[in-house]
């Protein structure tokens, strides 16, 4: 017997490619608990099993760093902030912040199919007694048009939002004279496509080569060293509603059109905002 649950939840993440770099996603997760029916001719009620596969992806991965420590030019060591991970290929990379902000993985590279099976074997270990095994199906977001992938870290959040290496895969929607416009979608999601955001205000060093991004929030100190190609300075803190109000400024700014912005934080909740260029903030 099998009872399945579509669009259980989302998980939010960064990953460490060892030809991509750091890399942002959203997926979707679906489950399937295969077992025997109980006295009350349930599997498994449906009232307990997302907030138990919730629970344990929020204490687990999710809003985590995703690190492959067997990757060719990884280093993982403890310091005094919790872990430091650094990295040599394809660019270096230093990250530094509590344990709980990585997911530490004995593999040479992370798919989404190793990350399902990980936590399938994770939950079926926690399993009740009639369920034999749970079956994770993680899924990118279909969507039609630009997407892109970020991290970032939010030192003012009371939650795990906080940590410094987090990401997420978003649409970007771009509305200029009451129409899409699915060119200059694609332009920036393709320039914004696995930078890593940061607030002004974080930036503790920075030359021609390199930015260190540095913070103290409620779970520990965190710091995060990049090529500076990869970054992208924003005046305030990198909320979604931010993000839509830069991209809205700069589109508008760079064509002189005024441009209302369609911003996602992952999947299915994101931010609106609107800038014409005749027009001071």
């Not at 998980?11 to 006295?39: H, K, M």
Request: hydrophobic content about 35%; proline content about 5%; overall charge negative.
């Amino acid at each position: 017997m099998s009872l399945f649950v579509k669009q259980l939840t989302h998980i939010d993440v960064s990953l460490w490619c060892p030809t991509r770099g750091l890399v942002g996603c959203s997926w979707q997760v679906d489950a399937v608990l295969d077992g025997e029916l109980g006295e009350d001719g349930m599997l498994f009620d449906f009232g307990e099993v997302k907030p138990w596969i919730k629970r344990t992806l929020d204490s687990g991965l999710d809003h985590t760093l995703l690190v492959p420590t067997q990757a060719p030019g990884v280093d993982v060591a403890e310091c005094a902030e919790g872990l430091c991970i650094r990295t040599a290929t394809p660019y270096p990379m230093e990250v530094r912040g509590p344990k709980e902000a990585f997911t530490l993985l004995p593999w040479q590279s992370i798919s989404i199919d190793s990350i399902a099976e990980h936590l399938s074997s994770e939950l079926t270990a926690q399993r009740p007694q009639n369920v034999h095994q749970v079956t994770l199906t993680l899924s990118d977001e279909t969507a039609s048009g630009a997407t892109y992938g970020y991290s970032h870290g939010l030192k003012r959040h009371s939650g795990n939002c906080q940590r410094i290496a987090h990401g997420h895969r978003s649409r970007l929607y771009i509305w200029q004279q009451n129409a899409r416009q699915t060119q200059l979608e694609q332009q920036w999601a393709d320039w914004l496509d696995n930078r890593y955001l940061l607030e002004q205000a974080d930036i503790a060093e920075q030359n021609n080569e390199t930015l260190t991004c540095c913070y103290q929030a409620a779970q520990g100190n965190f710091s995060i060293t990049l090529p500076q190609r990869l970054c992208t300075v924003l005046p305030g803190p990198t909320t979604v509603e931010n993000i839509a109000i830069w991209l809205a400024e700069k589109v508008a700014s760079e064509s002189g059109v005024a441009t209302r912005i369609q911003a996602f934080e992952g999947i299915n909740k994101g931010a609106f905002a609107k800038f014409s260029p005749s027009i001071a903030p």
